[in-house]
T-cell receptor, first 113, second 114 residues
């Protein structure tokens, strides 16, 4: 079954404690991205990757890091989380190009206290 | 930069009512347009799409037509069901940010009551 898998689904952490949210896709997609979803703001792109070792900033990259060492994996790293990073996070992948849809993971609800 | 504007929600309708959710966009070039749906506790999934002007996307009774002259992509359904209750997002790609950049609207929550 084609899918994007994120882990964990829920995470509560303390300010400043480094964390990683994993994302894996099994569709051999070249393009992967991370979004955060906040009430009244919709989805905002954090980082994206067009292929292995190729990453770029989205609209709200501050406080986040990513890496793309393998085609299927695209982890999101918060080196020093802060309460304003409390949000619902989604990973997505697609083939890229005109009209290709994005496939989304189930989401990770992060709370930073 | 690119932007997508959706009507504010929530929208509450009775079952079998007609649905319209307005979406307008600002983008350079010839973007592709999408509607995604998010059911409670789940990720987004593609509902329908259109890749060029005058294209009509359709799926599960929902329709939307790519109107370049009015820069709009309104979502419609003739008769909604309780199972259509969800959050609907209008989105575009292929504008100034290229096809790797997807810009979403803020989402419109739809609640259908029996």
């Amino acid at each position: 079954e084609a899918q994007v898998t994120q882990n964990p689904r829920y995470l509560i952490t303390v300010t400043g404690k480094k964390l990683t949210v994993t994302c894996s896709q099994n569709m051999n997609h070249e393009y992967m991205s991370w979004y955060r979803q906040d009430p009244g703001l919709g989805l905002r792109q954090i980082y994206y990757s067009m292929n292995v070792e190729v990453t770029d900033k989205g609209d709200v990259p501050e406080g986040y890091k990513v890496s793309r060492k393998e085609k299927r994996n695209f982890p999101l790293i918060l080196e020093s989380p802060s309460p304003n990073q409390t949000s619902l996070y989604f990973c997505a992948s697609s083939s890229g190009g005109q009209g290709f849809e994005a496939f989304f993971g189930q989401g990770t609800r992060l709370t930073v206290v | 930069g690119d932007s997508v504007t959706q009507m504010e929600g929530p929208v509450t309708l009775s079952e079998e009512a007609f649905l319209t959710i307005n979406c307008t966009y600002t983008a350079t070039g010839y973007p592709s347009l999408f509607w995604y749906v998010q059911y409670p506790g789940e990720g987004l999934q593609l509902l329908l799409k259109a890749t060029k002007a005058d294209d009509k996307g359709s799926n599960k009774g929902f329709e939307a037509t790519y109107r370049k002259e009015t820069t709009s992509f309104h979502l419609e359904k003739g008769s909604v069901q309780v199972s259509d209750s969800a959050v609907y997002f209008c989105a575009l790609s292929g504008g100034s940010g290229g096809y790797q950049k997807v810009t979403f609207g803020t989402g419109t929550k739809l609640q259908v009551i029996p």
